[in-house]
């Protein structure tokens, strides 16, 4: 018997809330060419809240500037909401990033500007946006009531702890109903405590709104919050983590996780690298079609092999 796990949300609609076919990004400096996603694929439906997780290097924050519309792929196809990212001309690409996602940042100070109120920060994005007054102060009061702080409103972000300061960061991202919520390390700062409070707040959100929300991280701990974590490796999606929540022999809840390897297109997948160590695989591997799977296992040597 099993349940469906806190924070998940049914899709809206059947249009995919982020879609990367074959995603390629180089950078090229002087005679140097770097290539930080090498035909990354990843969906993500209307309404999930979900983790993706990649150490330095492997591309997660190159996937989060073109999710944000902050940069453009080299190549493949990149849509989010609907709206294909990659011939948007600057001014579009300005209007996506205030009205198509919203962003937390690691640094709280990059959230709030620190001479506002919460309420005062949070109306911003509608100031410019041309709400009206009597609009900007209903929603500014929904938004803080469901962050749960509506009673910090009058404070400054120097009256404020860390994890408050990221609550009202939250707000703001909501503030113009963004489909998408980027989320960049949002726990980065914050005691275990704060971190707690901060995802139970992002999960309320999720499940009151309907908002797609992506955390980005370099941390599985956090990445164990939600109910799917994708790990980038090499500029590409290297594994599924899925969790449910199960019920047990004596009726207690248990936290079932599931690790998949993820395969592309072509046919490609990434074997994680403990399997390959245990296994002393290099080069190359031989293979066997079974009836119901496919065995992995080193090349033997043979005479007359290089």
């Not at 991202?173 to 949002?186: M, T």
């Amino acid at each position: 018997m099993s349940a469906a796990y806190p924070g998940a949300v049914e899709a809206a609609s059947p249009q995919h809330a982020i879609l990367c076919d074959n995603l390629v990004k180089i950078y090229k400096t002087a005679d140097l060419e770097v290539v930080a996603l090498q035909g990354l694929d990843l969906v993500v439906e209307p309404g999930e809240l979900i983790a993706v997780v990649g150490a330095s290097g492997s591309g997660k924050s190159t996937l989060q500037n073109i999710l944000g519309g902050v940069d453009t792929p080299t190549a493949g196809r990149v849509e989010v909401a609907g709206m294909d990212l990659t011939f948007l001309t600057e001014q579009q690409r300005t209007q996506y990033r205030r009205k198509v996602v919203g962003f937390v940042w690691q640094q709280t100070a990059r959230n709030l500007l620190p001479y506002l109120t919460a309420a005062e920060n949070v109306a911003l994005p509608m100031t410019l946006d041309g709400v009206s007054g009597a609009e900007r102060e209903r929603r500014v009061g929904e938004l803080l009531e469901l962050v749960g702080l509506a009673d910090r409103a009058g404070h400054r972000p120097d009256a404020l702890s860390g994890g408050e300061q990221q609550r009202v960061a939250v707000a703001i991202a909501l503030a113009n109903r963004p489909s998408v919520l980027l989320a960049d390390e949002p726990t980065g700062e914050l005691d275990t405590q704060s971190s707690a409070d901060l995802f139970a707040t992002l999960r309320e959100v999720n499940r009151e709104t309907g908002v797609t929300i992506v955390v980005l991280t370099h941390d599985p701990l956090v990445a164990e919050q939600v109910q799917r974590t994708i790990l980038i490796r090499d500029g590409r999606t290297a594994t599924e983590t899925l969790r449910r929540l199960e019920v047990g022999s004596e009726g207690e809840e248990l936290v079932v996780a599931e690790e998949l390897a993820v395969l592309d297109r072509t046919g490609r997948l990434q074997l994680p690298p403990d399997y390959i160590a245990a296994l002393t695989l290099e080069r190359r591997v031989r293979l066997a079609l079974e009836h119901d799977h496919i065995s992995v296992w080193p090349q033997e040597p043979r005479s007359g092999d290089a």
